[in-house]
């Protein structure tokens, strides 16, 4: 199956230093990536939808400059935490699906779990 | 009243027990339906995908969709201790692939 790799799996910074993860679709192009955060024993929860050559579109409540998103190519999306807190210490999860024409495939990344120390 | 409603458990089987995971919903325009399987620190990986109403079998885990009462499920049978974790379901409308999720329920297959 369709497969969406994330990286890093695991990350340490400093409070007031900005993080990078990549979201990449391995096998297909993917013109739209979702970015989600989930707390411990938690839903998913929608951060952004990335699109690709545009603008994210945000949810409600997420700061868009603090998480960036770029999604400069069809296979890779990137989520900056920006000026990151210890609040932002969270499991961040990409997803991407390939287009089928109707199909609706969604496949997730292996997340990233980030500490701010 | 959240659009997706799902029993967070958590659940506790017996192995070889066979399991039912249920979720409702409340918006008729949700077309595609999936179940996740989410081990503890990892990403959700994907069970089952269904179009519309019917049944899929996929090895031990069967998924239905009755669209007229909103109302879905995953079944698995002889259930493994390796089957314990949780299991999200989520569904979308139309061609868009943003999902809308379950609160997820735990699942735990007692050896």
């Known amino acids: 199956g369709a497969v969406v790799s994330q990286h890093p799996s695991w990350v340490i910074c400093k409070s007031g230093t900005s993080v990078k993860i990549e979201c990449r679709s391995l096998?297909?192009?993917?013109?739209?990536m979702f970015w989600y955060r989930q707390f411990p024993k938690q839903s998913l929860m929608l951060m952004a939808t990335?699109?690709?050559?545009?603008?994210?579109?945000?949810e409600q409540g997420v700061e868009k400059d603090k998480f960036l998103i770029n999604h400069a190519s069809l296979t890779l999306s990137t989520l900056t935490v920006t000026s990151a807190h210890p609040e932002d210490s969270s499991f961040y999860i990409c997803?991407?699906?390939?287009?089928?024409?109707?199909?609706?495939?969604?496949?997730f990344g292996e997340g990233s779990w980030l500490t701010v120390v | 009243q959240k659009e997706v409603e799902q029993d967070p458990g958590p659940l506790s089987v017996p192995e070889g027990a066979i399991v039912s995971l249920n979720c409702t919903y409340s918006n008729s325009a949700f077309q595609y339906f999936m179940w996740y399987r989410q081990y503890s620190r990892k990403g959700p990986e994907l069970l089952m995908y269904t179009y519309s109403s019917g049944n899929k079998e996929d090895g031990r885990f069967t998924a239905q969709v009755d669209k007229s009462s909103k109302y879905i499920s995953l079944f698995i049978r002889d259930s493994q201790p390796s089957d314990s974790a949780t299991y999200l379901c989520a569904m979308s409308a139309g061609s868009a692939r943003q999902l809308t999720f379950g609160s997820g329920t735990q699942l735990t297959v007692l050896p």
């Open positions: 096998d297909f192009q993917a013109t739209t």
């Open positions: 990335s699109n690709e050559g545009s603008k994210a579109t945000y």
């Open positions: 997803s991407a699906g390939p287009y089928t024409g109707g199909g609706n495939t969604i496949y």
